[in-house]
């Protein structure tokens, strides 16, 4: 059965800092990867998509992607209190269905 | 990224009733999707909607309970039949643009079962 697995936090971090959010999955055929930021009664919303090994910047945001180990990553540069929210991490194969971790919950405290 | 809307925002309903909820995008897609995200949990797929065949569903999802149309490319319905309180969920339809994964979700339906 493919699972994404993540820390359900939540991860406390101070304004201006760095937020490191994680993620492993289990079907080592996934090929395509994200992150979603979802507010609280709010629908998730795609922050960052990640299909090779590596880092992929965008603006404060940077996904890392480690197929060997099977481990995605999400950092935050210059965390606001805006950021706070829940991060879902998750996993696919290109043209099909995703699978979802249960989410990170990130508070950013000024 | 495109417009996607949902009908009804919110509901509350009576045990042994049924719901429709719609999905409408302001784009032709291929693979539209809909999702239950119950309190404090992640996502769980309910089914891939099919444009003109039968939706694809999810282990533990039936076609009788959760019955679906997909009449064109930029609309589908997911219905939520004979309604007991553990239905009680958030409904999210999403879609797929390109042929890279990347999916992007309505606004939710907030459904509560009495």
């Known amino acids: 059965q493919k699972e994404v697995e993540q820390n359900s936090g939540p991860l406390s971090v101070p304004e201006g800092a760095i937020a490191s959010l994680n993620c492993t999955y289990s079907?080592?055929?996934?090929?395509?990867f994200f992150w979603y930021r979802q507010y609280s009664g709010k629908s998730p919303e795609l922050i960052m998509s990640?299909?090779?090994?590596g880092d992929k910047e965008d603006g404060r945001f940077t996904a890392q992607l480690n197929k060997a180990s099977q481990y995605v990553s999400l950092l935050i540069r210059d965390s606001q209190p805006s950021d706070s929210a829940t991060y879902l991490c998750a996993a696919g194969m290109g043209y099909s269905t995703l699978t979802f971790g249960k989410g990170t919950m990130l508070l950013v405290s000024p | 990224s495109a417009v996607i809307s949902q009908k009804p925002s919110r509901d509350i309903c009576q045990r042994g009733t049924s719901l429709t909820i719609q999905c409408q995008v302001d784009?032709?897609?291929?693979?539209m999707f809909w999702y239950r995200q119950q309190p404090g949990q992640s996502l769980t797929l309910i089914a891939t909607?099919?444009?003109?065949?039968?939706?694809?569903?999810e282990s533990g999802f039936v076609i009788d309970k959760f019955p679906i149309s997909r009449p064109n490319l930029t609309f589908s319905t997911l219905t939520v039949s004979n309604m007991s309180p553990e239905d009680s969920s958030i409904y999210l339809c999403?879609?797929?643009?390109?042929?890279?994964?990347?999916?992007?979700f309505g606004p939710g339906t907030r459904l509560t079962v009495l």
């Open positions: 079907d080592r055929v996934s090929q395509s």
């Open positions: 999403s879609v797929e643009l390109t042929r890279t994964g990347e999916q992007f």
């Open positions: 990640i299909y090779s090994n």
């Open positions: 909607a099919n444009q003109g065949s039968e939706a694809t569903y």
């Open positions: 784009s032709q897609v291929t693979m």
